[in-house]
């Protein structure tokens, strides 16, 4: 069942997943060669508790720490540890945090230091499917218009995109209706409305979409190795189009 949600919830969204864009600016900041992954994790949950928010993915199914990072071939649920970031590295960073009662997601992929052309193209074709998808959370529209759109900007450039993952419905839980798969077909699935929050979420591999779970139960690599890249953005679908709530202004 699809929550809607009424224009002040939807405000009360946006000051969550404000914190949650504040949390990822500021780690975006500190990420350079040298810096352990378990650092970054201390920050995000330092600034959380600042800000009278609660990390929502610690504890959530087990997982133990606030934050999700991802490196390389890792593709989602990487968990953070005494691992010490090199240049060249793509970094995925998820965050999610409850505030006031709504839940706030958002994830990026950084490089670290100077990458290589390849992996920088990566990253913007990931960033760039995730827009294309966002510009059609439009009223009316239908959820297979979004996925479709994420898997054609991914696909189009000669990449994959991952199939056991996907993106949610969010609001007063972490997880909600309807799930948003990165590919699909135009005009299939439900139909989207005004008051829908999604957290649409491309995880895009440079090789084949295969994934598989290592023995830590959470980290998702690639099964062939290759780099993947993550981004997210909780967005709610309103009279005026697509409001992308994970932003700092
Ligand atoms: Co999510």
């Given at each position: 069942m699809v929550i809607l949600k009424l224009p002040e919830e939807i405000e009360k969204a946006r000051a969550?997943?404000?914190?949650?864009?504040?949390?990822?600016?500021?780690?975006?900041?500190?990420?350079?060669?040298?810096?352990k992954t378990k650092e970054l994790d201390k920050l995000a949950e330092e600034i959380a508790?600042?800000?009278?928010?609660?990390?929502?993915?610690?504890?959530?199914?087990?997982?133990?720490?606030?934050?999700?990072?991802?490196?390389?071939?890792?593709?989602?649920?990487?968990?953070?540890?005494?691992?010490?970031?090199?240049?060249?590295?793509?970094?995925?960073?998820?965050?999610?945090?409850?505030?006031?009662?709504?839940f706030g997601d958002s994830a990026v992929t950084l490089p670290v230091g100077k990458i290589s052309e390849k992996a920088a193209r990566l990253i913007s074709v990931t960033r760039e499917s995730l827009y294309a998808g966002i510009?059609?959370?439009?009223?009316?529209?239908?959820?297979?218009?979004?996925?479709?759109?994420?898997?054609?900007?991914?696909?189009?450039?000669?990449?994959?995109?991952?199939?056991?993952?996907?993106?949610?419905?969010?609001?007063?839980?972490?997880?909600?209706?309807?799930?948003?798969p990165n590919f699909g077909q135009k005009g299939r699935g439900i139909e989207l409305k005004k008051g829908m929050i999604l957290a649409i979420e491309p995880m895009v591999n440079e090789g084949k979409y295969k994934v598989q779970v290592l023995p830590d139960g959470w980290t998702v690599v690639t099964k062939d190795g290759s780099l993947s890249a993550h981004f997210e953005h909780s967005v709610a679908i309103t009279d005026n189009g697509p409001d992308i709530l994970s932003m700092l202004s």
């Open positions: 969550s997943n404000r914190i949650v864009a504040e949390v990822l600016s500021k780690l975006s900041e500190m990420v350079r060669p040298g810096v508790e600042k800000r009278g928010a609660k990390p929502a993915f610690k504890g959530y199914r087990g997982y133990p720490h606030a934050l999700c990072i991802s490196v390389n071939e890792v593709v989602v649920h990487g968990m953070p540890s005494e691992r010490i970031l090199e240049e060249g590295d793509i970094l995925g960073l998820d965050f999610g945090i409850y505030y006031q009662g709504f510009e059609q959370a439009r009223e009316g529209n239908r959820l297979g218009d979004i996925s479709a759109a994420v898997q054609s900007a991914a696909e189009g450039a000669g990449y994959s995109v991952v199939r056991d993952f996907v993106g949610h419905g969010i609001g007063k839980n972490l997880h909600e209706d309807p799930q948003i």
